[in-house]
């Protein structure tokens, strides 16, 4: 299991920025880091989770959400066991709690079930 914690989230107006990170750890996570695929979600007030980004294991590519696609980049330090994702000119549709995640080995697209760990959440507020 990876104890997944989020933080940087927090209230803008339209069209400013925010970058969110996420500390990972764990007996096995420090071990097999470079194995996991990363990935954020996010869930609105009455809405399905839905993935955001991810970052496939040992440096592998990424990929977005059609909805945030050329405004976020989501980058990790395995060094620092740290995940990040960069969101610039954010709407206020992309308001919603913002989740970390991590599974072993391939991403397999936006299947949130698929994803052992999740953190807490942080909340963003775009308005």
């Known amino acids: 299991h990876v104890q997944l914690v989020e933080s940087g989230g927090g209230s803008v107006q339209a069209g400013g920025s925010l970058r969110l990170s996420c500390a990972a750890s764990?007996?096995?996570?420090?071990?097999?880091?470079?194995?996991?695929?990363m990935a954020w979600f996010r869930q609105a007030p009455g809405e399905e989770r839905e993935g955001v980004a991810s970052?496939?294991?040992?440096?592998?590519?990424?990929v977005y959400a059609d909805a945030v696609k050329g405004r976020s980049t989501i980058s990790q330090d395995i060094s620092k066991n740290m995940l990040y994702l960069q969101m610039n000119s954010l709407k206020p549709e992309d308001t919603a709690m913002y989740y970390c995640?991590?599974?072993?080995?391939?991403?397999?697209?936006?299947?949130?079930?698929?994803?052992?760990?999740w953190g807490q959440g942080t909340q963003v507020t775009v308005s």
């Open positions: 764990g007996t096995v996570y420090d071990r097999y880091r470079s194995t996991y695929c």
């Open positions: 995640a991590a599974k072993r080995w391939e991403c397999h697209g936006f299947n949130a079930g698929a994803f052992r760990s």
């Open positions: 970052i496939r294991p040992e440096g592998g590519g990424t």
